[in-house]
């Protein structure tokens, strides 16, 4: 599965990361914050290179959206749909055709030099992201490629975020709940203020080649979702393929898998997989100053009330 790729990039930078000063950990490019654990800014100085194909798979979600699941969901998607035989489709869903990919599984991470690399990736690509619509290379949006764009809601993906963060060391020192969830809702954080992701989108209701879902979507219903997205992305899958993807890419399926390698990592990549964690964290004050800020920035959009906040997000 992808997620191998995912865990070697992990622990290489979790090495790597013992030698980086607190003060390094973080740097500033074109208005937000990135890590210098998984990116680097000669990387996203260039990402105008990258060079999309108009059968590319994109899909983009702010950090702890749920991106590593769905992702290996299309991965398992495009697999079935290529019909290809026993031996090339072991080689898709395992990546030996995509050591690229799962080296620097998201667009922006790892070095300037990745994008001539990826020429040489087969069609079709399942490409990731974390960025905003408007810092997306131009070519995805020239070449008409698909994008499905994920959210989940911003409670628990606040908590998500700060777990993962926490576990691999992304910030110059740990950080408590009520420090993260201070620089969370400013948008102190890498790739900046999760709503602002929202109200970018937004403006893309009406692209027939962008798609939205969310998280929960997926979680109450992966059969019918993974269904939606198959007829998004033209993939020609079965029933029976879809059940046995949703069978295959299970909250405890893909942690059990990320143990068998490396229980540590896995543990930061899969923690538990629910819905409304932060029922367990928020203050009574976080609540109010989050449900305030939501209600101010996007309540009113439509994609404000695609993700329903009222149900997720309160009581």
């Given at each position: ?60 979600g702010y950090p702890k959206t749920g991106t590593n699941w769905v992702g290996q969901i299309l991965v398992e998607l495009e697999a079935a749909s290529g019909k290809y035989d026993e031996e090339e489709r072991k080689k898709r869903c395992t990546g030996q055709n995509e050591k ?75 950080k408590s709940w009520d420090e993260f969830f201070s620089d969370f809702i400013s948008g102190k954080v890498p790739y900046g203020l999760y709503l ?120």
């Amino acid at each position: 599965m992808a997620l191998a790729g995912m865990r070697e990039l992990l622990e290489k930078s979790l090495a790597e990361s013992k030698d980086v000063t607190p003060s390094d950990k973080m740097f500033l490019h074109d208005g937000e914050l990135y890590t210098t654990m998984i990116c680097c800014p000669e990387t996203l100085k260039i990402l105008d290179t990258f060079e999309a194909r108009s059968d590319d798979v994109i899909l983009v979600g702010y950090p702890k959206t749920g991106t590593n699941w769905v992702g290996q969901i299309l991965v398992e998607l495009e697999a079935a749909s290529g019909k290809y035989d026993e031996e090339e489709r072991k080689k898709r869903c395992t990546g030996q055709n995509e050591k690229e990919l799962l080296l620097f599984p998201y667009l922006e991470f790892g070095d300037p030099a990745k994008f001539e690399r990826m020429k040489k990736l087969p069609s079709r690509r399942v490409v990731k992201t974390h960025l905003a619509p408007q810092k997306l290379p131009k070519s995805i949006y020239q070449k008409k490629a698909k994008i499905l764009v994920l959210f989940r809601n911003p409670k628990d993906t606040a908590v998500s975020y700060l777990h993962f963060a926490n576990g691999m060391k992304l910030f110059p020192t740990q950080k408590s709940w009520d420090e993260f969830f201070s620089d969370f809702i400013s948008g102190k954080v890498p790739y900046g203020l999760y709503l602002n992701h929202i109200i970018e989108w937004n403006k893309y209701l009406d692209d027939k080649n962008v798609m939205f879902m969310t998280y929960e979507e997926i979680k109450e219903n992966p059969a019918l979702e993974m269904k939606r997205m198959a007829e998004f992305f033209d993939f020609s899958v079965s029933k029976q393929e879809i059940q046995s993807i949703v069978e295959k890419t299970t909250f405890k399926a893909m942690k059990d898998q990320a143990a068998e390698t490396n229980e540590g990592i896995g543990n930061i990549l899969f923690r538990k997989g629910i819905v409304g964690d932060w029922k367990n964290v928020f203050s009574e004050a976080q609540n109010e100053e989050m449900d305030r800020k939501f209600e101010e920035i996007v309540a009113r959009t439509k994609l404000g009330k695609m993700i329903k906040y009222d149900v997720y997000c309160k009581g």
